[in-house]
């Protein structure tokens, strides 16, 4: 009986101790979706058919501590034995937003023969920078710890994010091999490294005349630019950009702030002949990557790249 009692104690204390911090969940396809109707009237929320080469894989545990447990989706394309890899970040200002924002991309990307992975990580009511990325770069070792399984080539590895998302896949990629962003208690024997950056409507830099990045950005960096000036630049994946940076894509909106620092680091890559690739899609707004007619877009130009870079 007191074994009982005591695993009953330990599990609600494990809920408690999953359930102790704030959820922002402003950031939906819905209510997106409302806020832009009235302006797109034809847009539509797209409904990916199932594919019989895509193994689905939910909430599969990547990460796990006294404090909480980290998932992730997985989306196989199960017709080959090994598949380039695409981790997939989620926007909604460092905030709000969920893995699950990503499934539909992730599905039909996978579909052409990739494997790509949706990653749950701490946002910033829980988490201050760079926690979170921390957490996608945990993801990423995890991942090719578990190449076999989830028929994946550990060098073939791009890391696709949307919004903050963008930042973050931005940032990631930039910093490979850099110890301050890389978890020093993980014991994996693989790195955190990627080959390839998908930047879908993230900004390049905080501080810079093209950005106009405030509170949500204060609040995840742990203060203003003048209480915060290097957590500022450091998460700036302009910052690190230089001769090691993977190629890159670029897939943005109409809406200039978006792009902020994106053509300084373009210029940075063509010094090192670094590949890049930019789409700005026009008249459209920021999260078209969550609708019809600019989700197949987003995709194939996805696709496209990926091919060029992997295959």
């Not at 997106?32 to 009235?38: E, F, G, P, R, S």
């Not at 829980?126 to 710890?145: Q, T, W």
């Not at 003048?226 to 690190?240: I, P, Q």
């Amino acid at each position: 009986m007191r074994k009982i009692v005591f695993f009953l104690l330990s599990f609600c204390s494990a809920v408690n101790a999953q359930n102790s911090f704030s959820v922002d969940t402003s950031y939906t396809v819905k209510s997106t979706y409302n806020k832009l109707i009235k302006k797109y009237p034809s847009i539509t929320i797209p409904v990916i058919a199932k594919n019989k080469n895509v193994v689905e894989i939910n909430d599969a545990v990547y990460f796990t501590s006294k404090e909480r447990t980290l998932h992730l989706d997985a989306f196989i394309n199960n017709s080959k034995k090994q598949n380039p890899a695409v981790i997939m970040i989620h926007g909604g200002g460092w905030r709000s937003g969920n893995k699950n924002q990503m499934n539909p991309l992730a599905q039909e990307i996978a579909s052409k023969g990739y494997s790509c992975f949706t990653i749950e990580y701490r946002l910033s009511l829980e988490a201050k920078y760079p926690d979170g990325v921390i957490d996608v770069k945990n993801a990423i070792r995890f991942i090719k710890d578990n190449a076999k399984k989830f028929k994946v080539d550990p060098d073939k590895i791009a890391v696709l994010g949307c919004s903050s998302g963008g930042q973050m896949a931005a940032l990631i990629g930039t910093t490979n091999g850099n110890p301050a962003f890389d978890d020093a208690s993980n014991k994996s024997k693989s790195t955190s490294k990627v080959n390839a950056i998908i930047n879908v409507d993230g900004v390049l830099a905080f501080r810079h005349p093209e950005s106009s990045e405030g509170e949500m950005a204060s609040f995840w960096l742990g203060g203003s630019y003048e209480e915060k000036t290097e957590n500022w630049k450091n998460a700036s994946a302009l910052s690190h950009t230089n001769q090691n940076t993977p190629p890159i894509l670029f897939i943005n909106s109409s809406i200039p702030r978006f792009h902020a620092g994106r053509d300084d680091m373009i210029k940075i890559l063509n010094e090192y002949n670094i590949y890049s690739e930019v789409h700005t899609i026009e008249n459209s707004p920021h999260s078209f990557w969550f609708f019809q007619p600019w989700f197949d877009q987003t995709v194939a130009f996805t696709t496209q790249f990926l091919n060029k870079t992997f295959k």
